[in-house]
């Protein structure tokens, strides 16, 4: 469809006036944010009906989490109405950049929500037809600030900003029956438009309601009644993503979450095809279903139940669900896969139970060895060993990562079924992850090879022969970006960063394995050397930290409050700041990883070898034109056979070392060692910084003491890491150094989403 601007505006106004009485020249920031994503849901410019229906096998992606990110500026890139939407409001006054207030649809906690962001936007853009699963949660994961330096939690209200790019579906709702309640299940769909092709998939999220209508209002003065508790139960099962599970209560609602979200969508499923006559035997011909992580791996049984519900005997129905599901893991952490109480599963979900029951007896008849093969286990649950029981396929998100499942995790389960572990690679739309977010470098790579690479990114490679020519652009770009960033982070954390400083920067979510506790460490290493003169020269540097630590994950928010503290004495010491700024960025998500990904010169990916299942950032800094300091970890692994690992700059102990020296490891011996990391050390227990909680005193146990002390070897791998590191730094600046940041652009290739949900369409989901 033609882009008419006067029709365009014309609709704005409309709504506009229908809306909220007002017209564009009067209309607040919110109220013209709505109506102009309104105007686009409404124009014709894709067929949404067309192509969600097209009577082809379609793949359920069934996630917990989905972070979409801002939504305006994506899909009317992808729609290729950007630039006249863009043009259309300026001739009337008004500034699409203006929407940069929007608020993220923060529905995700990280790599985990990101992935499925892509996969679906990447299935759009291949013509794919994948749709996704999920909840509506009312609130996100939460909004962070800091108070004295500890992260603070505060509800993330996404949906005051008004949510129109979804429409509410209510002649899908369906009934989802726990033991003591009953909730309403109704569908918000919101459009997934693929990059300039026409296709248009849906993402459903489910928002939870009373049964019957209630009013709220009056619940205080009803708080007694039965009927009361219950509706409002209801509707607390999609107040927020991961409610803290270091409760029972917690834990209950998570489950009662996960089960909500599976039953919805499967009850939707299985009443279509009924509605269309199709056998549900052969619900395999039109659907398979992808579990993201084991938060969905409930939807197995809870088919079961159904398709017994609906004549099917249980080896008929464990027949299509053998077919039809499929198991993405994530981790080999043993905390990460999840399990649950038996006890609990058959109170709140009886008929479940009896399923699970059902397919640990089918397993014992095979007559397995029951050390190794089971579901059930002295009253737990293990949710991922019924996924790999039952699974058409299980894959792993990186080489090494699949490798380590095999060979370790699920040694015995691969043995057992070795065609049914594969591995797909993860990766990152390069539409949002460089078309969007890094436009004049995006430009420049046009301008040289052209834009098939936008949705082939095999065809990036073709810049290689012009690197040399790219390299003035690229760094007067990367200036650019970095003075944005520089502008945004004075704006919103009050801490000022030359625009001439290194960005070393590590984005993601805070986990002890994620060791950004050795990059914090490291400051401290630069900063006393600096101040007593034995490190000399120093290329000043900015260590940008971003991420969000679980409500209920002490030594993730200690680590924090650490990060912290250092920062405020390293922007107040006067005598280093020329060389040192250190900033903890608040709130981080999809839209500041936006701004942050192309404005990196440094791109740490530093978790102990064999921890990261895969990672994403590190292919959205790769993509971008940034050198990754990490170890041989995840993707990096990959990045590295790609890029060469002579263009990165790798450190640390490897998986197999890891596995050796654990045995025998002993970290006092080597602070005994290192003085310069001793004093680093001793900040946390010598009065250095406040710590009136006693949390910095627990995080320097947990490295130095205790059972099982320096748990993630960061200790270990410190000398080596600060080693590189210095290598890096020496180097920035240099003719070697911007090649290498081009040389990993062009090597992005493989990183791409399309090529992973290709993949996964080819060799798991039989989709075209």
């Given at each position: 469809m033609t882009f008419e601007r006067k029709q365009f505006l014309a609709d704005v106004g409309r709504i506009l006036a229908a809306d909220y009485a007002t017209d564009l020249s009067r209309a607040t920031r919110k109220e013209l944010y709505n109506a102009v994503s309104k105007a686009v849901m409404q124009g014709a410019y894709a067929d949404w009906s067309k192509t969600s229906a097209g009577g082809k096998k379609r793949c359920g992606y069934f996630s917990a989490e989905f972070l979409m990110g801002r939504a305006i500026f994506n899909n009317l890139m992808n729609l290729g109405i950007l630039e006249e939407v863009e043009g259309a409001l300026a001739s009337v006054g008004q500034d699409l950049n203006a929407f940069e207030e929007v608020e993220d649809a923060a529905l995700g906690n990280g790599g985990l929500g990101r992935l499925a962001a892509c996969y679906l936007e990447s299935a759009a853009s291949k013509g794919l037809p994948l749709d996704g699963y999920g909840i509506r949660y009312r609130y996100g994961l939460f909004r962070q600030t800091f108070v004295d330096g500890y992260q603070h939690e505060e509800g993330d209200d996404w949906l005051r900003w008004g949510d129109p790019w979804s429409v509410r579906v209510e002649r899908d709702a369906v009934t989802v029956r726990f033991a003591d309640l009953s909730v309403r299940a109704v569908p918000y769909d919101t459009p997934i438009f693929g990059y300039r092709n026409g296709v248009v998939n849906t993402l459903r999220l489910w928002s939870s309601e009373p049964v019957q209508p209630f009013d709220f209002s009056a619940f205080n003065e009803m708080k007694g009644d039965s009927k009361a508790k219950e509706n409002f139960e209801a509707t607390k099962i999609c107040d927020v993503l991961y409610p803290n599970d270091n409760t029972m209560v917690g834990k209950m609602l998570r489950l009662r979450q996960q089960y909500f979200m599976v039953s919805a969508s499967l009850q939707d499923i299985v009443r279509k095809q009924k509605a269309a006559g199709k056998d549900l035997l052969a619900l395999d011909s039109d659907y398979c279903f992808q579990l993201n992580d084991t938060h969905p791996v409930i939807a197995i049984p809870e088919l079961l139940r159904i398709l017994q519900q609906e004549g099917c005997t249980f080896e008929e129905a464990f027949g299509v669900c053998s077919r039809v599901f499929n198991f993405t893991n994530h981790t080999i952490m043993a905390e990460a896969l999840e399990k649950w109480d038996s006890l609990a599963i058959a109170d709140l979900l009886p008929d479940v139970y009896e399923q699970i029951v059902g397919c640990q007896k089918r397993l014992e008849n095979e007559g397995l060895d029951g050390s190794k093969f089971y579901i059930?286990?002295?009253?737990?649950?293990?949710?991922?060993?019924?996924?790999?029981?039952?699974?058409?396929?299980?894959?792993?998100?990186?080489?090494?990562?699949?490798?380590?499942?095999?060979?370790?995790?699920?040694?015995?389960?691969?043995?057992?079924?070795?065609?049914?572990f594969v591995n797909i690679t993860n990766g990152i739309t390069p539409r949002r992850w460089l078309l969007l977010n890094n436009p004049r470098f995006a430009r420049l790579i046009d301008e040289k090879i052209g834009t098939k690479w936008h949705t082939d990114l095999k065809e990036i490679r073709k810049i290689k022969p012009h690197i040399a020519d790219m390299l003035p652009s690229f760094q007067v770009i990367k200036a650019e970006n970095k003075r944005k960033l520089a502008a945004y982070i004075k704006e919103h954390e009050g801490v000022e960063i030359p625009e001439n400083f290194i960005f070393d920067v590590q984005v993601k979510r805070l986990h002890e394995y994620k060791r950004q506790m050795l990059n914090a460490l490291s400051i401290l290493y630069f900063y006393y050397g600096i101040k007593d003169g034995s490190i000399t020269d120093f290329p000043p540097t900015a260590f940008i930290f971003g991420a969000k630590a679980a409500p209920g994950y002490y030594m993730a928010k200690a680590i924090i409050k650490f990060i912290n503290e250092i920062a405020k004495l390293v922007n107040s010491d006067e005598e280093v700041a020329p060389y040192l700024r250190v900033v903890f960025v608040q709130n981080y998500n999809v839209s500041y990883a936006e701004k942050i990904v192309c404005a990196a010169d440094v791109s740490e990916q530093i978790s102990m070898a064999g921890m990261e299942a895969s990672g994403t950032s590190n292919m959205k800094f790769m993509l971008n034109g940034t050198v990754t300091l990490g170890t041989m970890d995840g993707a990096n692994v990959e990045i590295c056979e790609e890029a060469g690992a002579e263009n990165e700059y790798i450190f640390g102990a490897t998986?197999?070392?890891?596995?050796?020296?654990?045995?025998?490891?002993?970290?006092?011996?080597?602070?005994?060692?290192?003085?310069?990391?001793?004093?680093?050390?001793?900040?946390?227990?010598?009065?250095?910084?406040?710590?009136?909680?006693?949390?910095?005193?627990?995080?320097?146990?947990?490295?130095?003491?205790?059972?099982?002390?320096?748990?993630?070897?960061?200790?270990?791998?410190?000398?080596?890491?600060?080693?590189?590191?210095?290598?890096?730094?020496?180097?920035?600046?240099?003719?070697?150094?911007?090649?290498?940041?081009?040389?990993?652009?062009?090597?992005?290739?493989?990183?791409?989403?399309?090529?992973?949900?290709?993949?996964?369409?080819?060799?798991?989901?039989?989709?075209?």
């Open positions: 059930i286990r002295e009253g737990t649950v293990h949710m991922a060993n019924l996924a790999i029981y039952v699974a058409a396929k299980v894959n792993g998100v990186a080489e090494i990562h699949t490798n380590i499942l095999k060979t370790e995790t699920f040694r015995d389960w691969y043995e057992l079924y070795p065609e049914k998986v197999d070392e890891v596995a050796t020296i654990k045995r025998f490891y002993w970290p006092l011996e080597i602070i005994g060692q290192n003085p310069a990391l001793k004093r680093a050390l001793d900040t946390m227990i010598d009065g250095t910084f406040s710590d009136e909680a006693g949390s910095l005193k627990k995080l320097h146990e947990s490295l130095t003491a205790g059972h099982t002390p320096d748990r993630y070897l960061v200790l270990l791998d410190f000398a080596d890491y600060v080693r590189v590191k210095e290598e890096l730094l020496r180097d920035y600046g240099t003719e070697e150094f911007w090649t290498k940041c081009l040389l990993n652009t062009s090597a992005a290739g493989k990183f791409s989403a399309d090529r992973a949900v290709s993949e996964y369409a080819k060799l798991i989901w039989h989709i075209k």
